[in-house]
């Protein structure tokens, strides 16, 4: 180690050199393979078993077998994948994940570890490659025999749907037992390895024993399964092509009908594709419709097939997966050999308002076509149309669709390799398109159906959540926001609604999710009104519509008329299957949340209520108001007055003890305690938490403090206290107005400088009651008696006014006393 390297800098090399070693062990195939293009086939039926990673790949101590090997799958540089990223359990930091044709598989090593496990792992490898037919290694000896191979192979054989092993279950089968000298795997070896009479006499045995249609439908995901492992010139590809046409080529039929369609173009789409066949000759059980050139990725675990007429076909059908392994310039696009190649440059996308795309924009080429195989369940009839649907994954970039084969074999019918006629999906036009499976739509939001709907202003209030709805300045603005996505949106999705900007200091809380537990806030980014939401429980379906409503917070401020603002936009990320795939953003063409005045200023709550109306007691007064636009101190010397209040008076010792008399200032209270209202008022002499008394007219003026602000549609509740006149007064008639403040606030008719005047109604009408007195009189002998009975009346008296001494109090109606 270099006296300049530390410790950790000394793991970090050797990592980066296991990795280059691993790497290199699959050589030039491996150099081809970009991530294989496409996932493994999931009717695998060889499963590769790993409880323990850093031993099941250990090259040295337990060396792997041939069927580990085919289990395994190709070696590719993507076999065996190290991420240092996700931390494990305990000290193990390091995920290896392995991709086998039937499952991943993901466990965690110790970064310690990691470089002799690589080692070890490099070994496996070796062995896998050294056990390849056209292997030229010093362990190509040991390669088994087709026949023992078979043996390997069949005695691991699961069937993914069943979980059982049909190949065991075939090879003692008596009707499959086609020689008595040898085992099923010695026939099918000297019929499909062999190039003699013998091949030939094996073939016709196989063909004549009336189990060979299952002997196909067992062994051709067992020869695809190997083939992927090895495909070699020497490998099983040919051996399985022999295998599924030796035994149907007595009739020639053609195919009447032969074509296809999707349900959805769109990049990372789920797509169904319907394939319509008609078959010029009548079709036994067991008849396989194999299709070529559909080169896709599964959308489910396993490729589920339908069919109309029912049940006319196995529900699950054999899939071998594509290659991809080229990238190809789109101008000419690829060569007929996809002998070009170009890493480095970006999927196409197609530019509909350009209607061409840029030269540094490119295709991905498959240099080997998927293959899909679809069995017959019962008879049909010639010239029947038969439609089966399966769904595929489109690919999450454009793609040079090829064209797609249909071929038919059956007992004594063969039908030879015929392009289908393809469909484009919605109707969509685009001379880039050639076939189903190109991909050509970008995955995006309909822009059509793409809508955020506020609500109106003037808005309402609402009295279950106690604020007012709109769209108004003030207020809270709702906002129902209608999308349908070309493509499905699954939980860990994400949705990204820009533009929901609001004028002011940016500092604005993000717009509140309401009854949305399909949804949460991911973030929010206030200076940009980005809103990206996180999809947490039901799949958001392609092509169905979805709602969500956002709660947003008006500025107090409204804006100008013709403001310019940004337009909201909306686009999803981690969209589709793999969640791999963005959305193009779809833009609504309109601005949003643009705070609104209204039309005409109201005071939007105005109440007065008192504590008593007892002549001569102090009274607390309660004022609650609000108002439809906000005000503040600096747009003028803005004044609220109260009228009606000339059956009270100011009174010192109403009033705080200890406040200063200035002769015409009542001291402002909290009817909230902290709310701190009053401290946004001062009285005419500029005391502040005051407001001034008009003895002679009986108002109540309040002026805003300095600094002060009034929001729109919050309530202020202030209180003040009075004395109540001796003299009484039933029924004040009180009424708020508002003058004095900026001309341009004033929204109604100003009239002599009052901007508005409204009545104002309390909880309890504001009077001043008659001085009286509540009384209770009871008596102790009731009933007539001699003079000589005595009757003792006692009289309760409860004044509502203060009585002083010296007073005359006079009781009557004492009738029948004596």
């Known amino acids: 180690m270099p006296p300049t390297m530390t410790r950790q800098q000394s793991m970090q090399a050797r990592i980066v050199l296991a990795i280059m070693i691993l790497s290199a062990v699959a050589g030039t195939a491996m150099a081809q393979m970009d991530g294989r293009g496409f996932t493994m086939t999931t009717t695998a039926v060889i499963p590769f078993v790993c409880d323990d990673v850093e031993t099941c790949l250990d090259g040295y101590a337990t060396p792997p077998s041939f069927q580990e090997c085919v289990a395994l799958g190709a070696v590719t540089s993507e076999s065996i994948r190290l991420d240092y990223n996700t931390s494990g359990p305990g000290s193990k930091k390091v995920m290896v994940s392995i991709d086998t044709p039937s499952a991943k598989i993901s466990h965690y090593i110790s970064i310690n570890d990691v470089f002799l496990w690589v080692r070890k792992a490099r070994q496996y490898l070796n062995i896998c490659r050294s056990l390849m037919a056209d292997s030229i290694t010093q362990r190509s000896t040991e390669i088994p025999s087709p026949a023992s191979a078979m043996d390997e192979l069949c005695d691991a054989y699961v069937d993914p749907m069943s979980g059982m092993n049909p190949c065991q279950k075939i090879r003692q089968d008596p009707r499959c037992l086609v020689d008595d000298t040898m085992s099923l795997h010695e026939t099918l070896e000297k019929a499909l390895w062999y190039n003699d009479d013998m091949a030939l006499e094996m073939q016709g045995k196989i063909c004549e024993c009336s189990c060979w249609a299952d002997i196909i439908d067992v062994y051709t995901p ?164 038969l439609v089966v649907t399966f769904k595929l994954l489109n ?221 001569g007691e102090c009274n607390t007064i309660t004022l609650s108001l609000a108002v439809n636009t906000a005000l503040e101190e600096s747009q003028g010397d803005v004044m609220f007055v109260i009228n009606g209040f000339m059956g009270m008076d ?87 107005q508002m003058s004095g403040f900026n001309a341009s606030k004033c929204l109604g008719d100003e009239i002599g400088g009052v901007c508005q005047q409204e009545s104002v109604t309390g909880r309890d009408a504001i009077k001043v009651c008659k001085p009286t007195f509540t009384s209770v009189v009871s008596q102790s002998y009731p009933w007539p008696g001699c003079g000589t009975k005595e009757n003792t009346v006692t009289i309760t008296l409860t004044p509502n006014a203060k009585v002083n001494a010296p007073s005359n109090v006079t009781i009557s109606g004492l009738v029948g006393a004596a």
């Open 395 to 615: 690919p999450t970039y454009m793609t040079n669709a090829g064209d797609v084969f249909v071929e038919l074999s059956a007992a004594g019918v063969y039908m030879e390799p015929t392009k289908v006629t393809a469909a484009v999906a919605d109707g969509v036009t685009n001379p880039l398109v050639q076939s189903v499976l190109s991909a050509s739509i970008p995955p995006q939001f309909d822009p059509v159906t793409f809508s955020v709907v506020e609500s109106p202003c003037p808005g309402t209030y609402e009295a279950s959540t106690d604020k007012w709805i709109g769209k108004c300045a003030g207020m809270v603005n709702r906002l129902t926001v209608s999308m349908k996505p070309n493509v499905d949106l699954l939980p860990g999705s994400r949705i990204t609604l820009t533009g929901l900007t609001r004028t002011g200091d940016n500092l604005y809380p993000a717009p509140m999710l309401m009854d949305a537990p399909n949804f949460q806030t991911d973030n929010w980014d206030s200076a940009t009104g980005a809103l990206t939401l996180r999809v947490t429980q039901d799949t958001l379906m392609a092509n169905m519509m979805a709602s969500i409503v956002l709660e947003a917070s008006m500025p107090q401020t409204p804006d100008m008329p013709g403001m310019m603002k940004s337009n909201v936009k909306i686009s999803a990320s981690r969209a589709g299957q793999g969640l791999s795939c963005n959305f193009i953003e779809t833009d609504l063409m309109a601005p949003r949340l643009i705070a609104q005045r209204p039309e005409t200023f109201s005071f939007v709550e105005k109440t007065v209520s008192m504590e008593r109306c007892s002549p």
């Open 222 to 385: 067992l020869f695809e399964q190997w083939e992927n492992y090895d495909s070699g010139a020497q490998g099983v590809g040919p051996k399985l092509t022999t295998l599924q046409t030796m035994c149907t080529e007595s009739v020639l039929g053609t195919f009447l009908t032969a074509s296809i369609g999707e349900s959805n173009g769109a990049q990372c789409a789920v797509n169904t594709l319907s394939l319509t066949i008609s078959p010029s000759l009548d079709l036994p059980v067991g008849a396989m419709l194999t299709v070529t050139g559909l080169n896709a990725e599964l959308a489910e675990q396993s490729l589920m097939v339908m069919s109309d007429p029912m049940d006319y076909v196995k529900k699950t059908a054999s899939w071998t997966m594509p290659q991809c392994t080229k990238w190809c310039s789109m101008v000419g696009l690829c060569p007929g050999d996809g002998s070009a190649t170009d890493e480095n440059c970006l999927a196409v996308k197609y530019d509909f308002a350009v209607g061409d795309t840029t030269d540094e924009r490119c295709m991905r080429w498959c240099d080997k076509n998927s293959r899909i195989v679809i069995t017959t369940t019962d008879d049909i009839d010639k010239g029947t149309d």
């Open 650 to 736: 100011r009174a010192l010792g109403c009033m705080p003890a200890g406040c200063s008399d200035d002769g015409s200032s009542i001291v402002l209270d909290d009817a909230v305690a902290g709310s701190n209202h009053k401290n946004l008022f001062k009285s005419e002499n500029g005391v502040q938490s005051s407001a001034t008394w008009k003895p002679a007219t009986g108002q109540v003026m309040l002026f805003l403090a300095r600094g002060a602000r009034l929001d729109a549609f919050k309530t202020y509740t202030i209180t003040w206290r009075l004395q109540n006149k001796i003299v009484p007064v039933d029924t004040f008639s009180n009424t708020l």
